[in-house]
Nanobody, 124 residues
Framework: QVQLVESGGGLVQAGGSLRLSCAASGRSVSTATMGWFRQAPGKERQFVAAISWYGGATNYAVAVKDRFTISRDDAKNSVYLQMSSLKPEDTAIYYC?????????????????WGQGTQVTVSS
């Protein structure tokens, strides 16, 4: 069973950047679709970005497209989310997730393994 641990969150001013990391353990995620989701207070968990197991396909939520970049390093069993031009509405807990079988997806229910999340706060 895969365990996921996120890091890299913090407080940043609007317009700034952060890089989130997700380290996997317990098994290799090299053949898993990996995703990032976020949840703001009082709101449902929403899709942010996903990357296919071979890294050739990516998918982004409209709200973050052209500002965020998802990538993976299978040698390190890790996935990353580079966030730029951050806005206050990006404030949320960010979760890493793994979909062990199946293609790229934006549905939370398709992802079986989840990290504990890392807080990102963007001040105006």
């Amino acid at each position: 069973q895969v365990q996921l641990v996120e890091s890299g969150g913090g407080l940043v001013q609007a317009g700034g950047s952060l890089r989130l990391s997700c380290a996997a353990s317990g098994r290799s995620v090299s053949t898993a679709t990996m995703g990032w989701f976020r949840q703001a207070p009082g709101k449902e968990r929403q899709f942010v970005a996903a990357i296919s197991w071979y890294g050739g396909a990516t998918n982004y939520a409209v709200a973050v497209k052209d500002r965020f970049t998802i990538s993976r390093d299978d040698a390190k069993n890790s996935v990353y989310l580079q966030m730029s031009s951050l806005k206050p509405e990006d404030t949320a807990i960010y979760y890493c997730a793994a979909r062990v079988s199946g293609g790229i997806s934006s549905r939370p229910d398709d992802f079986r393994a989840w990290g504990q999340g890392t807080q990102v706060t963007v001040s105006s």
